[in-house]
């Protein structure tokens, strides 16, 4: 090997061949590569036009591992067929010596430095939830959340597009062709796995699927003890990351190598809360909440599993309501301390953190560092851009959330929350006619989505606001009827409702909705329902009154006052941005 491997490049045709990025590449396009095969492209371009006897080339590429010549064949094969030399009898580059070796016979030249050569492009990826055999039923967690894990590494490699865990839950425990799948998701490589356990001992098997190629690029086994499994994810990852990209750097090798390895049960505990966390109903977030909360008893350095606690407070905050002084909440912060303390470098943690920066403490300068930090983390990351995008549509900065709703989007275009995100974006930004056509898609593809009424009640509220009042109605009913909620029973439909008739002037049945929010404001705080109403009702004294007592309260729905479309109305008003500067989104 050269002494300046740094800096060497070696060129041939329109090839290009770095020994320290471990790449090849045609143009500016990186040419995957499995680690023998570029071993042995680099051990015959660096002899070029001398005889390389077999035996050398397998001491070169396999040094002391004793290894069948049919391994060295295979990949003259791999080579020959991506340098398009498949002409024995006329050979562009290697050159067969029957009986002997191999020649390398193309013209070489040997440059330092960049020399122009493009950065390889970004590579899409699919990780399918594994396939698991011979595990008992209460194992079933084992497929999906390995695979979420796996995702959640990847995902910290810019150059790596992963598509999100959210995208592989339709084809958990269903039988499936991983050819279709990927050209479903548009990525250019597949992950299929396996996972069998043998007595005692857990073996993986990968394969990696190259989509232009339609056929298995790479394959891996890998074989550990029960105690040793979490191993795994650091081992696999390595893998399928340099298999894939060729030239990992330093830096993206410290990226997929875990600060702590926790004990096998912890592990396994916390894949569990992975597998209930993704599903995401009320009885998934408490069964997760219990499988994470065991596994930092059974490991009280896993920073993961602290970070996965907090994240399940914060999905029950969205559920249930929380106040910013709940024992949830003071439960979710003692958990991200904790993590943050274990591990300063996971992106869950800063993303969670920067969540709860702006929702409960108003400190959006804050909240924009943490989403910021959970990005240069994690890049990939789609729950951070969809928080972080959230995050800045509702201060108004349309621009930068649309850029992170784009990020999505090509991370998984056919996602419905990534669909309904951008069009939340476009309402906040009144921007309704490309709203509703997002929305014409998303209830065109998703009609059985149990979110989907959310849409119904933007598409229904816009409308009123453009006086389309008969389409406004038949999309809010259709709203109601969708949320299998009780119309009286629930304050956000009222409130919903009174501001329609307050907009379409039918003033007796905007009072009608204040008379059920009176009723309902026994056992609900329905300040915020109230001053909907009122505002739209052009009553801007008593919307004020209402909306003054949140301030008081720092009641976190006053996150969404910015964004909200019923409060369109007071954006002129100069207490509407009083409040606003209270609350911290203005300065």
Not at 79 to 107: M, W
Not at 213 to 237: C, H, N, R, W, Y
Not at 362 to 368: G, I
Not at 502 to 523: F, P
Request: aromatic share 10%; glycine share 4%.
């Amino acid at each position: 090997m050269p002494n300046n491997e740094e800096s060497q490049i070696y060129k041939f045709a329109e090839f290009s061949l770095l020994p320290k990025e471990r790449q090849l590449s045609r143009g500016d396009k990186s040419i995957p590569l499995t680690p023998k095969a570029f071993e042995t492209l680099l051990a015959l371009v660096e002899r070029e036009n001398q005889l390389v006897t077999k035996d050398d080339l397998m001491e070169i590429v396999w040094g002391d591992v004793i290894v069948e010549e049919i391994g060295l064949t295979r990949n003259i094969s791999v080579l020959r067929k991506i340098l398009d030399d498949n002409d024995r009898k006329n050979p562009k580059y290697i050159e067969t010596i029957s009986g002997y070796g191999y020649r390398f016979i193309a013209k070489v030249e040997k440059v330092t430095g960049n020399n122009g050569l493009a950065n390889p492009k970004n590579v899409s990826l699919v990780i399918l939830p594994f396939q698991v055999i011979g595990l008992d039923e209460q194992d079933k967690y084992l497929g999906l959340g390995f695979a979420d894990s796996l995702i959640t590494r990847l995902s910290s490699i810019k150059r790596l597009v992963v598509r999100p865990t959210g995208s592989i839950l339709k084809y958990h425990n269903q039988e499936r062709n991983p050819l279709d799948i990927g050209a479903e998701l548009e990525v250019q490589y597949v992950l299929d796995g396996v996972i069998m356990k043998l007595g005692e001992t857990i073996r993986v098997t990968v394969q990696g699927i190259n989509m232009l190629e339609q056929g298995s690029t790479f394959g891996e086994k890998f074989e550990v003890t029960i105690a040793d499994f979490p191993k795994l994810q650091e081992m696999i990852s390595e893998q399928i990351a340099q298999q894939i990209l060729m030239n990992l750097t330093p830096e993206e090798r410290k990226m997929l190598t875990p600060k702590h390895l926790p004990n096998a049960q912890a592990y396994q505990e916390y894949l569990k809360g992975r597998y209930y966390f993704n599903r995401k109903t009320p009885q998934n977030l408490w069964e997760a909440f219990e499988h994470f909360i065991t596994a930092t008893h059974l490991d009280s350095n896993f920073a993961l599993a602290y970070c996965g606690l907090a994240d399940v407070y914060a999905n029950l905050h969205l559920r249930m309501s929380l106040e910013s002084t709940s024992n949830q909440i003071v439960k979710a912060r003692n958990a991200l301390t904790k993590a943050l303390e274990l591990d300063p470098n996971i992106a869950e943690v800063h993303a969670t953190l920067g969540y709860f920066a702006y929702f409960y403490e108003w400190n959006w300068e804050k909240a924009d560092k943490e989403f910021i930090r959970a990005l240069e983390i994690s890049p990939n990351n789609v729950d951070t851009l969809q928080l972080y995008a959230n995050f800045l549509s509702r201060v108004g900065r349309f621009t930068e959330a649309n850029e992170q709703v784009q990020r999505t989007l090509e991370l998984d275009s056919s996602s419905f929350q990534n669909l309904f995100l951008k069009a939340q974006v476009c309402y906040r930004q009144a921007n309704f006619e490309l709203a509703w056509q997002i929305t014409e898609r998303i209830i065109a593809e998703f009609p059985d989505e149990p979110k989907i009424y959310h849409v119904y009640l933007l598409l229904g509220t816009s409308y009123s606001i453009r006086k389309m009042n008969v389409e406004a109605f038949e999309a809010l009913q259709k709203a109601e009827r969708l949320s299998l909620r009780s119309f009286d029973g629930a304050k956000e439909l009222v409130g919903t409702f009174g501001a329609f008739f307050a907009r379409s002037e039918n003033i007796e049945e905007a009072q009608k909705c204040l008379e059920r929010l009176k009723n309902l404001s026994g056992e609900n705080d329905v300040n915020y329902e109230f001053a909907a109403v009122y505002a739209n009702l052009g009553e801007f004294d008593k919307a004020f009154e209402h909306l003054n007592i949140l301030v008081e309260k720092r009641d976190w729905r006053l996150v969404h006052i910015k964004a909200e479309l019923d409060f369109f109305v007071l954006h002129d008003d100069d207490r509407f941005r009083k409040i606003l500067r209270r609350i911290g989104i203005e300065k």
